[in-house]
């Protein structure tokens, strides 16, 4: 079972900067395999920032050159660093896991969401 608990979200001005962290605790996971999507009133949910086989972080191309995911394995953390930020980048963003059980049994887990509001 894994746990992944967001925080840092609030409201900033267009232009403005935020951190959002990503506090991830259990067991049987890999914190480089924790990525951030996002999901906006009325749209889907949709990847942000997120991790591909190969090692390498995916990127939004909305998002490219302005979000940064680092991680603190010390401290289980995952944070996605936003700057320049722009009123389309309101929304609840979540991180999320893809794993799996002891069992071997593919297992996703989602955080509860921080909300990100951006004004104009």
């Known amino acids: 079972q894994v746990q992944l608990v967001e925080s840092g979200g609030g409201l900033v001005q267009a232009g403005g900067s935020l951190r959002l962290s990503c506090a991830a605790s259990g067991s049987r996971f890999s914190i480089n395999a924790i990525g951030w999507y996002r999901q906006a009133p009325g749209k889907q949910r949709e990847s942000v920032a997120v991790?591909?086989?190969?090692?390498?972080?995916n990127y939004a191309d909305s998002v490219k050159g302005r979000f940064t995911i680092s991680r603190d394995n010390a401290k289980n953390t995952v944070y996605l660093q936003m700057n320049s930020l722009k009123p389309e980048d309101t929304a609840v963003y979540y991180c999320?896991?893809?794993?799996?059980?002891?069992?071997?049994?593919?297992?996703?887990?989602w955080g509860q969401g921080t909300q990100v509001t951006v004004s104009s």
């Open positions: 999320h896991l893809d794993t799996f059980t002891s069992f071997g049994v593919p297992a996703s887990y």
């Open positions: 991790p591909s086989s190969g090692g390498v972080t």
